[in-house]
């Protein structure tokens, strides 16, 4: 009962993952795909797949997708000018991504277990669509303003205060629209991309980790910024506590989970004094080792379970 481990080599989420697997007397095969091009990769004519000797049967992939072979991967980009070689870079860089989901889809169709799912990763870094989604399914979202329009952001700000911006693809933390924001000039460079608004959301950072519907695990956040995710683009450690997961945060982070068809996912939350709560996102290649010691949760078990079956 083989599991396939698509990751960095350095993630700790595969070390732990890998652990767990063992304990549920199943043989983790790890793939550090940051050791570009690393190991030989073959699919045989005749259905063999190979990592530099045969996988045998597999009944589970974890895929690390954000790491298989995109541009922003940068462990594949280091030591490549650009200048000289960016088009033949992106092609190599393309042939092993294609690659690889060639390979996690094939397996899928065997029968094996994938995370996070091939289809549900098409969600995972558009924001719009996971956010329409949501109001689709009348989950409390936030007010969504993506534009290209100065004028538009201008008004969006007028309206709601205080508001919030970051990247539609996701990637970097949020940061608070200032009033140098507004300039005129700085307006301007929307045109060149867009950009996501969004009111800001008073309350505390909590996260619910979802797994074939059933909450395997939730944390909060502790960081005296507005977000928990300008301590990490920051390089400091954020504290972390369990979550006692009540129906209502459960209920919203399974709808949320259903919404976008994904079987394993982080569900971020904002939950404010009054106990209400707002619906920030789903991220469908989570962080989960750092959860499991500090909060004490059993993600990887989990995990694992599943994958092994």
Request: proline share 7%; charged share 25%.
């Amino acid at each position: 009962m083989t599991v396939l481990l698509l990751a960095p080599s350095e993630m700790s989420e595969a070390d732990k993952l890998s652990a767990a697997v063992e304990q549920h007397s199943g043989d983790p095969h790890q793939v550090a795909v940051d050791d570009w091009p690393g190991a030989p990769v073959s699919l045989q004519a005749d259905g063999e797949i190979e990592f530099g000797e045969p996988l045998g049967e597999v009944t589970g992939v974890y895929a690390h997708t954000p790491a298989l072979f995109t541009t922003g991967a940068t462990p594949f980009l280091d030591g490549v000018d650009l200048n000289e070689n960016v088009w033949a870079t992106l092609t190599q860089l393309r042939e092993h991504r294609t690659t690889f989901e060639s390979l996690v889809g094939i397996l899928a169709d065997r029968g094996a277990t994938v995370l996070p799912s091939p289809g549900a990763v098409r969600t995972n870094r558009r924001k719009p669509l996971q956010l329409e989604r949501f109001r689709a399914a009348g989950l409390p979202a936030p007010e969504t303003l993506v534009t290209t329009e100065p004028a538009a952001a201008e008004r969006f700000c007028e309206r709601h205060g205080r508001v919030v911006y970051k990247p539609v693809a996701g990637g970097a933390p949020p940061a608070v629209v200032t009033p140098d924001d507004l300039d005129e000039e700085r307006l301007a460079k929307l045109r060149a991309a867009p950009v996501q608004f969004q009111p800001f959301v008073p309350g505390d950072d909590l996260r619910v980790y979802v797994l074939d519907g059933q909450i395997v695990g939730g944390m909060r956040y502790e960081s005296d910024r507005f977000s928990f995710k300008l301590d990490q683009a920051a390089g400091e450690d954020v504290s972390v506590s369990p979550l006692d997961v009540d129906d209502d945060l459960a209920e919203t982070a399974r709808r949320a989970a259903d919404a976008l068809d994904v079987r394993f996912g982080a569900v971020d939350l904002r939950r404010a004094s009054d106990g209400s709560h707002t619906l920030l996102e789903v991220n469908q290649a989570p962080a989960f080792a750092g959860a499991d010691e500090t909060a004490e949760l059993g993600v990887a078990d989990a995990l694992a379970e599943l994958l092994v079956e």
